[in-house]
């Protein structure tokens, strides 16, 4: 028998729920495809499941939600799809920003904000300056993100530190490393979903996910087909692992 959501959820909510989410939202432009039409139609559409996620996962008590919307390599995309995303960007954030902040989620974005062009520039400062005092769920959004863009600055800023004797060479561990990355003083994610069954993490979050729970969905699950439903199986199938962190299950025996 096929579960409806609020199966799904009793079922979620009856074990506990991920603190932070992680999604490669990813398949806008195969899900156009096989519906012929153009791929920003794809892109439109993904928009649809975001705002879906954004409040099942408030619903469900999740803390953070990491959403990778564009990467750094993302640029090599035509130049019309790239405008596209980022119309796609702002529309989304002037529509829904108040909204989100009237649900008390708080936007942050991770990611160089000052590549963006500038009217997304603006309404990302603005999201995030409206809702910064919020502490409901935490909205990141990966925008002109890269993982080995983000580790890059984090050695600059740290050998910048060790020369202006800010700290010592000593004193740098594996938390220093994380404070100066984008997702400083944000857990590491416990599960990152993947929808379109491809099987990479594509330059995201590298150093976060040393001991992250990874779904992967069926290949022909595309980010616009991605439901609440599909979400909480998500969950699910993350509840159902047995997390080691090298060392030995300590829960019952299977
Ligand atoms: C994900 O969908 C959205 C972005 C990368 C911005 P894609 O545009 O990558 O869709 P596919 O992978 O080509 O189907
Ligand atoms: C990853 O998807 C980036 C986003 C979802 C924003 P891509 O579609 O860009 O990744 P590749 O090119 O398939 O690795
Ligand atoms: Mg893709």
Same mark, same amino acid.
């Given at each position: 028998m096929i579960k409806t959501y609020d199966d799904l959820y009793t079922i979620v909510k009856s074990k506990p729920i991920p603190v932070h989410v992680a999604i490669i939202m990813d398949g806008n432009g195969r899900w156009a495809k096989k519906h012929k039409l153009p791929r920003i139609a794809g892109h439109r559409q993904g928009v649809e499941a975001l705002r879906s996620i954004i409040s099942t996962s408030s619903e469900l008590g999740i803390k953070y939600l990491t959403l990778y919307?564009?990467?750094? *390599?993302?640029?090599?995309?035509?130049k019309d799809e790239v405008n596209a995303l980022m119309s796609l960007l702002v529309e989304f954030l002037r529509k829904e920003v108040a909204e989100l902040h009237r649900n008390n989620v708080r936007i942050h974005v991770l990611g160089?904000? *000052?590549?963006?062009p500038e009217a997304a520039r603006t309404e990302v400062r603005r999201a995030m300056d409206l809702t910064n005092?919020?502490?409901g769920l935490q909205v990141n959004i990966a925008l002109n993100y890269g993982s080995r863009a983000e580790i890059l600055n984090a050695v600059k800023s740290i050998v910048h530190d060790v020369q202006s004797k800010r700290?010592?060479?000593? *004193?740098?561990?594996e938390q220093t490393i994380s404070q100066y990355?984008?997702?400083?003083?944000i857990p590491d994610p416990d599960m990152l979903i993947r929808t379109?069954? *491809?099987?990479?993490?594509?330059?995201?979050?590298l150093y976060q996910i040393a001991y992250t729970e990874l779904v992967f969905t069926d290949k022909n699950i595309y980010w616009p087909d991605f439901t609440r439903e599909r979400y909480l199986e998500a969950i699910i199938e993350y509840q159902g692992r047995v997390r080691r962190y090298g060392g030995l299950d300590t829960g019952e025996d299977d």
């Open positions: 919307a564009f990467s750094t *390599e993302n640029w090599k995309r035509p160089d904000i *000052e590549g963006l005092g919020n502490c700290i010592s060479i000593d *004193e740098i561990t990355l984008d997702t400083r003083d379109s069954g *491809e099987f990479r993490i594509s330059n995201f979050l």
